[in-house]
């Protein structure tokens, strides 16, 4: 072996070495961050909504208060610059030139944190991916070899975020692959598997609970024409909510005074909650109470669910549309899981059906998701990942494709891929 050929081998295996060693530290740190948020928000989330449950009108005030603190944080901290969501990081992806800065790790954070738990009607997964996705843009600065691996890194980022959320490491790799890099390459599968391996210690050493903790014990063949059912009205379900908060996004963009748009985005907000509490924050609240305790079919019922299904896309896009942080991540689960609670119950009542209850909310979350980020793969380790129970895989794959594909059919973009002409 000649010199020119060790010398090439050992600075590949210096390399490798480099990336390895990244991987594994953006893994621990996206990780750390996500648990660190999911748990501070959790926390303070119950104690403001146990607040406004016991003072109606805190639920005036909270959103108000929550949204202004948002906006002068981002106009005399975070550089007066807007978050964009995931569009940030396709944006970083997309450019040789462009990188995600590291304010944006504290400016979602932070953001993210004070949006849900003054009762901004989202989640934190937004926020805590393109957190994620700032700390992997991060590393591949350290280097300039590092450099053609920044989608790996920041998918890295973004899987360990993923991950440590949602309790799935295959959800983590799967959402990485399908919304963000859209590539299969060796280095993104070490990187991210690296993250994610990261991500999984700490969970174990954690003892991190699952999101929703079931024990479903069967489903019928009997039942998928019922799926299938389920799967496309999630699919039209979903456009709705795509719909929705890019009109909204439009509707309040339009107000050029921001204190206006900020109140009228909180106003209506907060009118909302008062008559719907479950709506307050990412509303997994809301799902554990349905899980626990399924609701019995009545006219006031009826009434509710339909307000809920209406209403939960529009409190999302005015949070949206008035500064707050994140995205459709949770409001995807939460109107699944009504769907999928509201379907059952229809169904059983006027048809006969006898389908399982809680399946179908679980599968209502699943189809939910896949349809409005056109990810089923995601939706399916991910839905799995968060009830702790794989035993309705195959059911949950059939509708998170027919979910999918309804609303692809119907409208070919989600909100995170969506361009204006």
Known sequence: MNTVTKIKKNLAFFKLKKLVIASLLVGFLSTFLALALKHITEHYE???????????????????????????????????????????????????????????????????????????????????????????????????????????????????????????????????????AKKRTRVFFLSTILAVVVASALLYLAQEPPLFALTITTWHFYAIPY???????????????????????????????????????????????????????????????????PQVFSLPFLIVMIAILLLKPVVTSATLAAGGDGGIFAPSLFLGAFLGLFTALLLNTYLGAQVIVVNFMVLGMAAMLSASIHAPFTALFLVCGIVDDYTLFFPILLICLVSKYTAKTLCPYTVYTFQKS
Request: charged share 10%; proline share 2%.
């Open 227 to 293: 799926f299938v059912l389920l799967g496309v009205l999630a699919g039209m379900h979903s456009v709705y909510l795509t719909k929705t908060v890019l009109f909204f996004k439009s509707l309040l963009a339009r107000i050029e005074i921001d204190f206006y748009r900020i109140l009228a985005g909180a106003a209506l907000l907060g009118v909302a909650l008062l008559f719907l509490p479950q709506l307050y924050g990412d509303g997994y609240h809301a799902i554990k109470g349905l899980l626990q305790f």
């Open 46 to 180: 119950e104690i403001f909504f146990r607040q406004a449950s016991e003072h109606a009108i805190y639920f005036l005030l909270f959103p108000l208060f929550g949204l202004a603190v948002i906006y002068f944080l981002r106009q005399y901290l975070f550089k007066g610059k807007s978050n964009k969501g995931i569009t940030e990081i396709f944006e970083s992806t997309q450019s040789s030139t462009k990188n995600l800065p590291l304010y944006k790790i504290p400016a979602h954070f932070i953001n993210g944190f004070l949006t849900v738990i003054f009762g901004g009607s989202t989640g934190i997964e937004v926020s805590t991916v393109v957190a994620s996705a700032a700390i992997g843009s991060a590393a591949q600065q350290k280097a300039n070899f590092f450099r053609q691996y920044k989608t790996e890194l920041i998918c890295a980022g973004v899987a360990a975020g993923i991950t440590a959320l949602f309790s799935s490491p295959a959800a983590g790799i799967l959402f990485a692959l399908e919304v963000i």
